[in-house]
Structure formats: structure tokens, C-alpha cells
């Protein structure tokens, strides 16, 4: 398996309960194509960079996974259909 970091941003306008859920939905895609979750960080809201879609903030998180490359693939294809989130991105840790 390959070690992975991704980050992904929520949108800032929805419930707490809902960004939450959003969250664990995305962690369920990855556990559910047998990666393993090394290390989670909810770093909370911040502001972006850049408006994104009107928002100038978005909630992050940080995973670090150990997962096949059909599992992060699949986990991208969900997150671009997924409208709760504003971006992401995967980086392959060279070890």
C-alpha cells in the first residue's frame, strides 16, 4: 500500500452536524476500499486563499491514509460529484 495526505475543504454554510457527516462520508469511501486511516487532523474553519464559489472560508481536513491507488481514484471521483466540498487535493508521500 501507498501512503497518501489529502485535504479536502467544506463548504462554510451548513450545519456543524453536516460538515461532520460530510467528513466521515469521505473517510467511509477510503475505509471502505480497505485503506487505512494513519492520522486525521479537523484543523477547523479557516479562511481561504481565494473565493471559492462566493465562500471565503471553508472548513479543513487532513487525512494521511495508507490505501491502493483504485481506492484514492475512487475517492476522487466521489469528491468532484460530492457539492459539500469546495476542493481537495491527494499527495503521494515518497517515503
Do not use: C
Not at 471565503?56 to 490505501?67: F, K, N, Q
Not at 481506492?71 to 460530492?82: L, P, S
Amino acid at each position: 500500500m501507498t501512503k497518501y495526505e489529502i485535504m479536502f475543504i467544506v463548504r462554510p454554510d451548513m450545519e456543524e452536524a453536516e460538515i461532520k457527516k460530510t467528513a466521515e462520508d469521505m473517510k467511509k469511501v477510503l475505509t471502505d476500499g480497505k485503506a487505512t486511516i494513519v492520522e486525521e487532523k479537523a484543523m477547523g474553519q479557516r479562511e481561504l486563499a481565494y473565493e471559492i464559489n462566493k465562500f471565503t472560508t471553508g472548513y479543513y481536513y487532513l487525512l494521511v491514509v495508507e490505501a491502493e491507488a483504485e481506492t484514492v481514484k475512487e475517492f476522487d471521483r466521489v469528491v468532484r460529484i460530492n457539492e459539500s466540498l469546495l476542493r481537495h487535493l491527494i499527495v503521494k508521500v515518497e517515503d
